[in-house]
Nanobody, 120 residues
Framework: QVQLVESGGGLVQPGGSLRLSCAAS????????VGWYRQAPGKQRELVAIVTTSGTTNYADIVKGRFTVSRDNAKNTVYLQMNSLKPEDTAVYSCNADKIDALGRRYIFWGQGTQVTVSS
C-alpha cells in the first residue's frame, strides 16, 4: 500500500503559476508510472500528465507546453509545474501511482486531491 499526499493547490489568477507536489509514503522508484489527473465539477476525471520509470512523459493536449510533470525518486515525490493557468484548469488535481509487479498484477493508488482554482 502507498499513501499519496498532495499539496500546493490554491487560488491563482489567470496567467499565473502553481507547483503541485505529491509525497509518497513509500519508494516510487518501482512504480511503472506516476502522475496527475484532474476532475472539474460536472466532468469526468481526466489525465493531465504522467511520467514513467524511464522518464517518458505523456500530457493531455490541453496542457502541453504549459505544464511539466517530474518525479524525484530520492524524495519519493512527484511534481506538477503549472504555468499560464487558465480558468478552465480549475479542478481537483489528484496524484496517481501505477504499479505492475513481477507477476503482472496491477495496483493503482490515489491521493485525496488538492483544489486548484484559477480566477480573477
Amino acid at each position: 500500500q502507498v499513501q499519496l499526499v498532495e499539496s500546493g493547490g490554491g487560488l491563482v489568477q489567470p496567467g499565473g503559476s502553481l507547483r503541485l507536489s505529491c509525497a509518497a509514503s513509500r519508494s516510487i522508484f518501482s512504480m511503472s508510472a506516476v502522475g496527475w489527473y484532474r476532475q472539474a465539477p460536472g466532468k469526468q476525471r481526466e489525465l493531465v500528465a504522467i511520467v514513467t520509470t524511464s522518464g517518458t512523459t505523456n500530457y493531455a493536449d490541453i496542457v502541453k507546453g504549459r505544464f511539466t510533470v517530474s518525479r524525484d525518486n530520492a524524495k519519493n515525490t512527484v511534481y506538477l509545474q503549472m504555468n499560464s493557468l487558465k480558468p478552465e484548469d480549475t479542478a481537483v488535481y489528484s496524484c496517481n501511482a501505477d504499479k505492475i509487479d513481477a507477476l503482472g498484477r496491477r495496483y493503482i493508488f490515489w491521493g485525496q486531491g488538492t483544489q486548484v482554482t484559477v480566477s480573477s
